[in-house]
Structures are given as C-alpha cells and as structure tokens.
C-alpha cells in the first residue's frame, strides 16, 4: 500500500474510534462491543508502530478517554489518570515481563512480583483527601482533566467521607472504579444497555439525586498524587484501602511468575459468570513502589502494569439461514443458524432471535453479517447486524403466520396487563395435534421438575418419538421393553435401566403430576397452589365434569389468565385423555396438608450449598410443611439463610450485607426441633 492510501486508511481508523469514544464518554452507550473496540485500538497502534509518518494528535495513543462533558466543571487531574496497555496472551505476557527486565537492566532470572487485581469494568473515579475528609471528586474524562462529580460521588455509601487512621496521608488522591452489581442492574428499567453504560449514566447526571437512586459501589486500587504516604507496595497499598475504610476487591492477590498469573487468570474467568459485578480482565502491576518508579511511563500507559483481558464474549459470523422453533406452548421462535465461531472457547452455531418484533425491529435477514453476544448462561443473541455487508439480493424476512409444523393458524394473544398483542406469535391448535408441541410437551414431562424420569433426556423423546414408540405421555408406560431391546443403540442393560427408571416415577405427588402436564401458565408455583386447593386427583379431574373453573379463582394466585389455560385444556378431547390413562397407570398422591400454624410460620428461607444426608427438595418440603416459605432472591424479605456444604460465598456476602440472619444445617433443624 502506498504512502497516500496507508494515511487514508489510518484517518478512517481514527474518525471511527472518535465517533466511539464520543458515544462511550458523552452519551454513556457503547455502539461496538469491547473486543471490536479493542480490536480497532490495537489495528491503530500496530500502523503506528509499523509506518512512522503515521500519528495523529487524536490517536488513543496519545489521549486517553474523551473530553469532559458541558454539564461539570472541568479541574485538571494533579496526576494524569493513566491508561493500560492491553495483554492477550502469553506471548503478550511474556513480552511485557522482557521489556520491564531489559529497562531495569537485571538478571533475565529476576523475580517481579505482580499484583494481581481483577479489572471491573466500571468508571474511572478520582476522589481528593485533605486532612482525612473528602473534598472534591473528579472523573477520568481525557485523563488530563477530568469533570467535577463531588456532588454524584457523595451518594455513594462505599466512598468514606471521613478518614480517621492516623497513617491516612495528608493528602491523597485515591483512585478507583464506580460500577453498579449485576443483580442492581436487572432490578433497574432498561434504560440501559449493560451495567456500565448505567453507572456512567447515573454518575453523570446534573442532579445528584437522580445519581442517588441507583446503588452504585467503588472499589480503591490505586492513586494520584499524595503528600508523605511511607507505603512501600501496591499489595500493603490495597491492605492500607481496606483499614482506612474503602472496599477493595476480594480476589485481588500478591503472584510471582508468569505461569501463576495464568492460573489465576484461568481461574478467574471461571468464576467470571458467578460474580455479581463485570469484569473485562486481570489488571497485573509491578508490586515494589521504587521498581514502579524507575520504570515509570510511556505516552499514557504505566510501563510496570498491563490489562490482561479475558476472552471476547461477542464475536462477528453470518446467518445462514432463519429457522422457526416451536415450543411446548405453542410459541415460535425465530432461531438464526449461524457459521460456527468460537466466542470465549465456545463453539456457537445458533443464536436466538427472540421473536417476530425483534426481527422487524432490526431488519434482521437471512445471509446478513451479525455481532453475536454469549454472556454467562444466557442464550447467544445477535446484539447487531452490519447493514453495509449486506447482500445485494438481500430480502425482508417474513415471518410465517402459519405454523410450519401443522400448519394451523397462528396467533398473538392480547394481553390484559400491558394491553398490548404479546411479541411472541404461536401455533393456536391444542397441544398434541401439532407434532412439534407434543415432542416438546413429551419432553417437559420428562424433565427434571417434572417426572424426573432419569436418563430419559431429550434426544431419547426425540428417538422414540420418531420411531413410533411414544405419542402421548402415557405411552412412556406402556412402552414394549422387549421390542426395545432390539432397537440400535439398546441393550438389555440399558433397556432394564430406563425400565427401572420409569417405574420408579409411577408413585407422584398431585403437584408434579399437574406440572408435568405443561399447562400453559401453570408452572411448578402454580401447580403446587393448585394440588393443595384440589386436595387430590380425583378432585382434579372432576373439573372437566363439573366445568366449574371459577372455583379456582379462591385460589391466592390464581387469577383470569390461568383460568383461560386451565378450561383450554380441558375443552379439549387429547388431553382429557391423556390425563385420564395416566390416572389408570399411576398412583398420583394426594396433596399434602401443611399446618397453617408451624414452627416456620411467616418465615422466609432461602438455601445454598448442600445439605448433609437431605436433599434440596426434601429441605424445601420440611420448610413448607412447618408454614415456611422459600424464597429465591435474597432481599430484604429475606429472613434466613441456610447455608449448607461448598455455599455461594456471594450469597452469604450478599446477606451478610443486608443483616440477614446465617444458619447452618443443625441451627436451622434446632428450629424444627430437630437434631442433625
Ligand atoms: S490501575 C495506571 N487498577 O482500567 C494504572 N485500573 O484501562 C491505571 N481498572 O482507567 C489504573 N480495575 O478504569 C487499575 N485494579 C485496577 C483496575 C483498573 C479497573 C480500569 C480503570 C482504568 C482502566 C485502565
């Protein structure tokens, strides 16, 4: 490439990362994802190192972040707030550990010790002492100066305002990151994209009491200027944080040695989805002040720290073509087979489309270039589509408005509460007159919640199905074990487990009986109100003799939309026969009488780890028998948590903050009057 193409090609690099950064530092919202963000960064700094004639006063190797917004007042920071450069890999490690032994001119043994510290993804915060109390607090803004946020920063409950311990230096500058927990996050209306961009967002705001009704946190890990401090290392640093009063993060740790930073960094992203707050990467930084000094900085990145940053969680593939899953409920979802990629060393080839608006909603076609997301447990989803790389023979996709399995019509319910048609479209037959719905009602039957029937999994429905051999629910117990056998893929031992396995499941509680039959809007809660209001089965299938449903309405949850599912189902002739073999084959067990006055009564429990010689199940029916009740967040309704072997330690942490008493197994069987 010649000279005139090569500056053409960096100017556009440059005003596209400008156009990001505004979004990102102006607007609170981010257009790209991290990685392509990043990926663009280092495109920009690789021409730079290879082409000299290439800089530009604007390149992010010259300026860090953005300019301060209108809205503050701008203050110069005494101390730049510097940037990181980033690591990816080993070599990139390796590379780093080199040029700091090469400037420091030691042995290529030389031991550096690092402080390890995961990076959160927040915001940039630097917050000013004098003489113990806070004075005045200031973003990053372009790392030069910052905006004046001391109002915003004041309703943060984890920023000290006072500081008392005698070795507080007289001034300082202590530096951290305000970002917002994930479970504060979902609680907050979506008006905003990810956590970050709604930590940047409240902590920008003009008035400080729009900033307040957010629960933002900080953490400390470093500082600006300072006026005395006789701390000798970023470790006793972080130790020094903690005893003034700020919270330091949890899995900050001392390591030597390149092979133990990538165990922990391993280690790390493992627990990357667990943790209630985004991280990006490991923050790695020369432990000893006097090496940190001698080695100082380049342009605007310290030369004794470096981001190790995690795996991308998003990358870039094309739809191949637009498919349309049916569920138990009837509902279609659109589902976009992708060309395989690996995001974070997983290999993704579907990504959900969620539903029909959605797709209207972003134009989303087949052979389209998508950006797809895979976060935690959650479901791949395309997060954007490059419209520019689009084909040219490209058209709308048209979502089908009949059901592509049976083919009856499809419809959008109106929904009541919203007053609104629901997003999502569905097959409007019955249940099992549409073959998809009865695979998945089959396999919902099945399921762990439901039957439980182990070693039945979902390919096994799939298999039988296809063979002829299920149809209903009720075949599973009537299944030929003796044809089975001869069937590829089975022998007599794993024909006389499965059969084991299915006559264990034959005695069920009226609750999972009900639960399993995968009516819609009745889940396992509902179910279970049900079964005790019902008593028993008999009871249960009066209701499609005596057609009186509005008797369900006394039921405390129970309110018009079940009702509508309920007299759905039994209108129709399949399922009044599936419910009435089942009956003849099963013994369904009557509802359990819970005494309204127990030792639990008006108690809320909530459990984590695992219970000696009990299993959950079992806890969580003893807990309900003695008027208890279980509940699955903790909140301030929370009254105890049982805290059982291998617990989430953020759960404890979590109640440990909101003064929710702790119990373990034998405190919580004394309550029962029970001994362990
Ligand atoms: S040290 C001179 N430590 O990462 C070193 N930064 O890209 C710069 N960050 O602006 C700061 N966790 O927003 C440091 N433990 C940590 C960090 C951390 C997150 C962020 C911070 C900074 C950015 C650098």
Redesign the pocket.
């Known amino acids: 490439m010649n000279e005139k193409l090569l500056k053409k090609e960096y100017s556009k690099k440059i005003l596209e990362i400008q156009k990001y950064n505004k979004a990102y530092y102006d607007k609170s919202a981010s257009i790209i994802s991290d990685s392509e963000y990043d990926r663009l960064k280092k495109e920009i700094f690789d021409l730079e190192k290879k082409y000299n004639f290439l800089k530009d006063p604007k390149s992010p190797s010259l300026i860090?972040g953005y300019k301060p917004s209108k809205n503050f007042k701008k203050l110069k920071h005494k101390v730049q707030?510097?940037?990181?450069s980033n690591a990816f890999n080993k070599e990139d490690l390796e590379n780093f550990e080199k040029r700091i032994i090469n400037y420091l001119n030691v042995k290529k043994d030389f031991k550096i010790e690092y402080s390890a510290?995961?990076?959160?993804?927040?915001?940039?915060a630097s917050l000013i002492y004098k003489n113990g109390k806070f004075i005045t607090g200031l973003s990053?803004g372009d790392g030069k100066e910052g905006e004046d946020i001391t109002e915003n920063l004041k309703t943060i409950k984890d920023i000290p305002r006072k500081i008392l311990e005698k070795n507080f230096p007289k001034e300082i500058d202590i530096?951290?990151?305000v970002f917002i927990k994930n479970s504060d996050f979902k609680k907050l209306s979506n008006k905003f994209a990810n956590p970050r961009n709604a930590a940047s967002g409240s902590l920008r705001q003009k008035d400080s009491k729009e900033t307040k009704k957010i629960p933002l946190k900080f953490?400390a890990?470093?500082f600006g200027f300072e006026k005395n401090m006789k701390i000798k290392s970023q470790s006793e640093f972080l130790m020094n944080l903690d005893k003034w009063g700020f919270k330091t993060?949890p899995f900050?740790k001392k390591i030597v040695g390149i092979e133990n930073l990538l165990k922990n960094y391993n280690l790390i992203e493992q627990k990357r989805d667990a943790l209630d707050f985004d991280i990006d990467g490991i923050?790695y930084?020369v432990n000893d002040f006097k090496i940190q000094k001698r080695l100082g900085n380049v342009a605007n990145?310290?030369r004794w720290?470096i981001?190790h940053k995690f795996s991308a969680n998003s990358g870039i593939s094309k739809i191949l073509n637009i498919e349309i899953q049916i569920g138990r409920t009837g509902a279609l979802t659109p589902v976009a087979k992708i060309k395989p990629i690996n995001i974070g060393g997983v290999v993704v080839s579907n990504a959900t489309l969620h539903n029909e608006d959605e797709i209207k909603r972003k134009d989303i076609r087949e052979g389209d270039i998508a950006t797809i997301e895979r976060a935690g447990d959650v479901i791949p989803h395309i997060t954007s589509i490059d419209k520019k790389k689009r084909p040219q023979n490209s058209q709308k996709f048209t979502f089908p408005l009949k059901c592509p399995s049976c083919g009856s019509n499809t419809i959008k319910d109106y929904n009541f509460i919203t007053k609104k048609k629901d997003a999502v479209r569905r097959c409007s037959s019955e249940g099992y007159e549409c073959e998809k719905v009865s695979i998945e009602k089959i396999k919902h039957f099945v399921s762990k919640e439901a039957f439980n029937i182990e070693g039945f999994g979902k390919k096994i429905v799939e298999n039988f199905w296809s063979l002829n051999l299920i149809k209903l629910p009720q075949d599973i117990f009537k299944l030929d074990y003796d044809k089975l056998k001869s069937i590829e893929g089975w022998g007599v031992q794993s024909v006389s487990n499965l059969k084991y396995s299915i006559d264990q499941r034959k005695k069920i509680p009226l609750e999972k009986f009900i639960y399993a039959l995968g009516i819609r809007h009745i889940g396992l809660e509902n179910a279970k109100l049900i079964s005790r209001f019902l008593k028993n089965i008999k009871n249960f299938l009066a209701l499609s003799k005596i057609n009186n449903f509005d008797e369900l309405l006394n039921i405390d949850g129970i309110g018009e939309t079940q009702i509508k599912s309920i007299r759905n189902f039994f209108n129709n002739e399949t399922n009044l026969k599936v419910i009435n073999d089942l009956d003849k084959i099963l013994s369904i067990q009557d509802s359990i009488e819970f005494k309204k006055d127990g030792l639990l009564k008006n108690k809320t429990f909530m459990l984590t780890g695992k219970l000696n010689g009990m299993s959950r199940a079992e806890a969580k029916s003893l807990i309900e028998q003695n008027s208890g009740s279980i509940i699955s967040n903790i909140s301030k309704k929370l009254d105890y948590l049982i805290v059982g072997e291998k617990a989430t330690k953020r759960k404890v942490d979590q109640a440990k903050d909101l003064n929710i008493k702790i119990l373990d197994q034998s405190d919580w069987l004394k309550m029962l009057n029970k001994s362990s």
Request: net charge positive; no cysteine; aromatic share 4%.
């Open positions: 860090v707030m510097l940037s990181l510290e995961p990076k959160i993804d927040g915001i940039s990053r530096r951290g990151e953490i890990y470093t993060n900050n923050v930084k990145a310290p720290a981001a």
